[in-house]
Structures are given as C-alpha cells and as structure tokens.
C-alpha cells in the first residue's frame, strides 16, 4: 500500500509539471501573438515620407527654415540698410528717393510669398508631428499591454506555486500516515 501511494505521488507530481509546461507554452504563443497584433499598427515609418516630397514642399522648409534664423534676421537688416544708404547718397539719381516707396513695395511681396509657404511648412510639420505622437500612443499601448501580460502571469505562476505546494504538501501527509 505503501509503494502504491509512492507512485500515486510520483504520478501526481508528473502530472502537475506536465499542467505547468503546457501552460507556459500557451503563454509564450499568446506573447508572440500580443506581438504580432501591436506590431501591425507600429509599421508607420516616419522618414519615408521625406522620400515623396515635391519640389514645393522641400522649397517652403526651405524657406520657413531659413525665414526662421538668425541669418535671415541679420541679412534682411543688412539689404534694408543699403538700400536706404544708396539711395540716400544718389539723392536726385536715385532708383528709390526718400520715402522708399519701391521699398515698401518690395517687403510687402517678399512677406506676402514668405507667409503661405512657412505656414505649408508648418502644415507639414504638423502631420508629422500628429503621426510621431500617433506611433507613441501605438508604442505605450503595446507596453501596457506587455505589462499587464506579466502581471498575469507572475499572478499564474504565484498561483501555481502555492497550488504545487499545496499539492506537495497533501502528498507528504499521504506518504507519512
């Protein structure tokens, strides 16, 4: 009686370790299947976009780029001051005498052209920016997804342990009465 509850015991515990490999199985394959669901929405790649650019777009980043620094800044005081200066010095052979009316004229066509092509290239960066922000949702989702996946499972395994020991624990009251 004794050694059949032996091998009752053994045969137990052959079947609790066969429950546990099958379960971590299936968990890897849900893994690989949380993967490859998150990983479909992911695929959004962000450079190629800069491959398809017309001629407009990559001249209105150009000119919003360049209408943006410091060397826009300081060469566009530069040109106004030299055309006050010439024009001040050639008095009555001026191209443009003093109210510098061709001046006016001139700044008033260079911010008309100037402001629709920094707002395209805003436009632009907008969508870019909507879609990095779109990714990074995508990105957090899969890795509140991956960790909830392993708080499950640490909760399994945490449950399976105290079920083995439980298990382990009748069998020895078996095995010492």
């Not at 209105?60 to 001051?81: C, H, P, Q, R, T």
């Not at 640490?154 to 399976?160: K, L, P, S």
């Amino acid at each position: 009686e004794g050694r059949s509850c032996l091998m009752e015991g053994e045969t137990r515990r052959q079947d609790l370790l066969k429950q546990l490999l099958e379960s971590a199985e299936s968990d890897a394959a849900n893994e690989e299947l949380l993967d490859k669901l998150v990983a479909q929405n992911l695929s959004v790649d962000l450079s190629q976009d800069d491959d398809f650019e017309t001629r407009g777009q990559k001249a209105a980043d150009a000119v919003a780029k360049f209408a943006g620094s410091w060397a826009f800044i300081v060469s566009f005081i530069l040109v106004l001051i030299g055309w006050m200066c010439i024009n001040l010095l050639l008095a009555s052979g001026a191209f443009d005498p003093f109210p510098f009316i061709l001046l006016n004229l001139v700044l008033s066509c260079v911010a008309a052209v100037q402001a629709p092509l920094i707002m395209m290239s805003q436009n632009r960066q907008e969508e870019k920016d909507r879609q990095r922000a779109e990714n990074d949702y995508y990105v957090n989702l899969k890795k509140e997804l991956i960790i909830g996946d392993l708080h499950r499972k640490i909760d399994d395994i945490i449950d399976r342990q105290e079920k083995l020991q439980r298990s382990l624990e009748e069998l020895e009251k078996k095995e010492n009465r």
